[in-house]
Every structure is written in C-alpha cells, then in structure tokens.
C-alpha cells in the first residue's frame, strides 16, 4: 500500500476550486498527475519506505528536491511504507520547504493494526482552504494544485464515530518544477539582457 495523500474514495475525479482560493482539489490520482505534467512538471513521489518504526517530531525527507517534514502529538510510526501518527485520533501537519505548487497523497484512516477502516477525512491548507471526504483503503487519494500563492503546508485528520482512527498515508507526492543547470540559467540572463539593449 501506499499513502497518496488524500483519498481517492472522496468522490471520483476533480472536486473544484475555492472562490477565495486558487487551489484546484481532486480526488484522482491520474488526473491531478496529468495536470502536473500539463503544468511542465514531473512528480516526485515519496513513498516512506526508507523508514521503519517509531519517530519523535519531526519526522523528515525530500522527494525530487522538497523537504518535507512531518510532525503529529505523540510523534509518528511507519511500517512497511504506510507512516501514520502514533496516537489515534491525532492531526498530522506536513511543511514543505520550498512550498509546492502541487501535492497530493494516498491518506486514509486505519486501526491500530494499519488495518484501512472507513473515515472521515479533512485537509487543511495552510491559506484555510480544505477537502472534506470519505477514505476506505490505501488507493484513496486527495491532491492540490496551486495556480497562486505555493502550499506551505497541510494539516491532515482521520475521524470515525465511536472509533479510534489513525492518520495514515501510504505516498505523498509533488509536482517538481525542472530547474535549469546554473550555465543554461545564466545563458537566459544574458540573452534577456541583450534583447533590452537591443531595444
């Protein structure tokens, strides 16, 4: 399994964008793939399976250049590629440095077992705007792309009536932007600065 952030059984396809906000939400992993790539950018996929076991705050990465960093009350557990908060009923907080124009993850709720249950999940973007739905299993997705301000963070809950229910992700993903060799950078800035001489 594995935690592509944020639920694939919130509803099939794009939810659509805040009017306050110009984040773009989904619910497939596809189509948010696609946009990425319409954006000129590839995914970058972190998928924890360099992690095992119990971790204090922060836990920490990077994936295709972001530094990610996790953090939840009680700390975090991974265990065969599915990381989730090690308390239940426990928000988890994700930060990225840079921020990213998109991000998207396989997150659902499970037992104490990392057994998926059906949950309610929220995420919550650091500008306030969220996505609210229903994760089954591990292939739930939800995702985000910004065509404004970048995503600094999320802020991610797993609920279920009369249960106890752990945050848990099996793959996040970013939209990488390429980023041009410090030569090739520096050939544009002097072809920039001779097209203003020339006028």
Do not use: H
Not at 3 to 14: D, Q, R
Not at 105 to 114: A, E, L
């Amino acid at each position: 399994m594995k935690l592509t952030l944020i639920a694939s059984a919130f509803m099939c396809g794009v939810v659509g964008s805040s009017a306050s906000a110009a984040v773009i939400r989904y619910t497939n992993l596809s189509l948010w793939s696609a946009d990425v790539a319409t954006a000129g950018s590839s995914v970058a996929t972190e998928n924890f399976n360099s992690y095992s076991g119990y971790y204090a705050n922060p836990l920490t990465g990077n994936a295709g250049g972001i530094n990610w960093s996790a953090t939840a009350n009680g700390g975090l557990f991974v265990q065969s590629g599915n990381f989730k908060a090690f308390s239940a009923n426990t928000d988890v907080t994700f930060t990225f440095a840079p921020g990213v124009m998109a991000v998207g993850g396989n997150i659902f709720g499970t037992d104490s077992g990392f057994n998926a249950i059906n949950s309610k999940i929220k995420v919550t973007l650091a500008d306030g705007s969220s996505q609210v739905g229903n994760a089954g299993n591990a292939a739930s997705f939800v995702g985000f792309i910004s065509d404004g301000a970048a995503i600094s963070s999320i802020v991610v809950s797993a609920t279920k009536t009369g249960s106890d229910v752990w945050v848990t992700a099996d793959n996040l993903y970013f939209g990488v932007t390429a980023v041009p060799a410090p030569g090739v950078a520096a050939l544009l800035g002097v072809a920039a600065l001779v097209s203003r001489r020339r006028r």
